[in-house]
């Protein structure tokens, strides 16, 4: 085995410009990880922001101030196991796994052992690469949610990575589902399995005078007043990121005051931070085997051509999720 890998690093924050293809050291694995041969690895806004750097408050949690903490790209992925760890006893060379740990946009990632789970029968690399992460959120948020047999469910953001997964397992619950998105993209929203798609450029979802027992927020923009106007008195919202809060608090000012007003309202407010799980991921694997949701491939990308990769993604373009294949 080569003891060097190419994989894309950053020495500073800024545009993908910043981005480049560099031979690095193959990790070593500890005795609880394993080392994995990166077939695909998926793009998530969180490798948007740690390539910006913005906003300027997750610098301050952990990710480094004026550099990234961490010099190699990437979470997501799926590959092929190469070497085990000692102490574990349920893997092999040669098994197939999918999971995320920081550095994934490489030839080889470690990861602990509890952060991969095998790839199900049928679900190909690039596919994959497209669930953890994004699949992990959106079943977190339906789990935060409640969502159940009958709900009506609004999922803001219904084309995008975690939107696209959160309509198909909001109706796998049995729940109606209505997504918004653009224009061009409401085909692939139904097609998903949702009873209504609305464009969000010629019609306001929240001024429709519906109410929804739960609204999965993913796009990030609408106002915590507006949304609650449109939730059910006892519903559930969930805020999964948000993107239009400037480049210093990037929307997590929204997520505290639903925080804050959750302590004394009746419908339930909540800010999601996701976190990736095995047992979410091992949920994920059995769903997918049902046949309750696909993975939908937007585009797929070359190792030396991430850099475009981000800025589709960032541009806002991308219908369900964007990969880059090795």
């Known amino acids: 085995m080569s003891t060097t890998m190419r994989a894309i690093v950053?020495?500073?924050?800024?545009?993908?410009?910043?981005?480049?293809?560099?031979?690095?050291?193959v990790p070593s694995i500890g005795p609880a990880d394993v080392l994995v041969r990166v077939e695909a690895a998926g793009i998530?806004?969180?490798?948007?922001?740690?390539?910006t750097g913005r906003p300027y408050l997750m610098r301050l949690m952990g990710f480094g101030m004026r550099r990234p903490s961490s010099r190699v790209r990437g979470a997501a992925f799926a590959g092929v196991v190469e070497?085990?760890?000692?102490?574990?006893?349920?893997l092999q060379a040669g098994d197939a796994v999918f999971g995320s740990a920081a550095g994934a946009l490489a030839e080889r990632v470690r990861a602990p052992r509890a952060a991969v789970v095998p790839i199900p029968a049928g679900l190909g690399f690039a596919e994959a690469a497209a669930v953890p992460i994004s699949a992990v959120t959106a079943v977190q948020a339906l789990t935060a949610a409640e969502v159940g047999e009958g709900d009506r469910v609004l999922v803001l953001g219904a084309a995008g990575g975690v939107g696209h997964f959160a309509v198909q397992l909001a109706v796998a619950r049995g729940a109606e589902v209505t997504g918004v998105c653009?224009?061009?993209?409401?085909?692939?929203?139904?097609?998903?399995?949702?009873?209504?798609?609305?464009?969000?450029?010629?019609?306001?979802?929240?001024?429709?005078?519906?109410?929804?027992?739960?609204?999965?927020d993913t796009a990030g923009n609408r106002p915590l007043r507006a949304l609650r106007a449109s939730l059910a008195p006892e519903g559930a919202l969930v805020l999964v990121g948000g993107e239009a809060g400037?480049?210093?608090?990037?929307?997590?000012?929204?997520i505290a005051a639903a925080g804050l007003r959750n302590t004394t309202s009746r419908q339930r407010l909540v800010g999601l931070m996701a976190r990736?799980?095995?047992?979410?991921?091992?949920?994920?694997?059995?769903?997918?085997?049902?046949?309750?949701?696909?993975?939908v491939i937007d585009t797929t990308y070359p190792l030396e051509r991430t850099g475009e990769a981000?800025?589709?993604l960032g541009a806002g373009r991308a219908r369900g999720k964007v990969v880059v294949v090795l």
Not at 11 to 23: C, N
Not at 44 to 51: I, R, S, Y
Not at 83 to 90: C, K, L, T, Y
Not at 184 to 202: Q, S
């Open 10 to 25: 950053q020495d500073a924050y800024g545009t993908t410009a910043a981005l480049r293809v560099e031979e690095v050291p």
């Open 310 to 312: 981000i800025d589709h």
């Open 44 to 51: 998530d806004a969180g490798t948007w922001h740690l390539t």
């Open 182 to 216: 653009s224009g061009p993209k409401t085909a692939l929203v139904r097609e998903l399995g949702a009873a209504d798609a609305i464009d969000y450029t010629t019609t306001d979802a929240l001024g429709l005078g519906r109410v929804w027992d739960a609204i999965i």
């Open 246 to 254: 400037g480049s210093i608090l990037g929307g997590t000012e929204r």
């Open 276 to 295: 990736e799980r095995q047992e979410d991921l091992l949920e994920l694997a059995r769903l997918y085997e049902e046949g309750a949701f696909h993975p």
């Open 83 to 90: 070497a085990v760890g000692g102490e574990v006893d349920d």
